[in-house]
């Protein structure tokens, strides 16, 4: 069983930065392709954030990142990051990280899940 732990949410202005980390133990990491943020408003569906291929560093974002957000992995393949620029209020969710089994990443592919982190961002 994988295990999946967030930190590094937190409370900030409009146009700060945070960045977050997710580490992963108890699995044999090669049988999982990919790791991924994803983020959860009230009231609004889970919808993906990032993935990054553990195998070649291919990062993935979704359009309303905008270049705002970069994914990485640390050279070990068991701890990845989201560092977030220039936050926005609408990116007020809590953040989790997942990971997905074998194969092509889609966001519908993660199929383990941390317990997430909780980002504010005020105006």
């Known amino acids: 069983q994988m295990q999946l732990v967030e930190s590094g949410g937190g409370s900030v202005q409009a146009g700060e930065s945070l960045t977050l980390s997710c580490a992963t133990s108890?699995?044999?990491?090669?049988?999982?392709?990919?790791l991924g943020w994803f983020r959860q408003a009230p009231g609004k569906e889970r919808e993906g954030v990032a993935l990054i291929y553990k195998s070649d560093n291919y990062a993935r974002y979704a359009d309303f990142v905008s270049g705002r957000f970069i994914i990485s992995l640390d050279n070990a393949k068991t701890t990845m990051s989201l560092q977030m620029n220039s936050l926005e209020p609408e990116d007020t969710a809590m953040y989790y990280c997942a990971a997905s089994g074998p194969g092509v990443c889609t966001w519908t592919t993660f199929a383990d899940w941390g317990q997430g982190t909780q980002v504010t961002v005020s105006s």
């Open positions: 108890g699995d044999a990491f090669p049988r999982r392709n990919c």
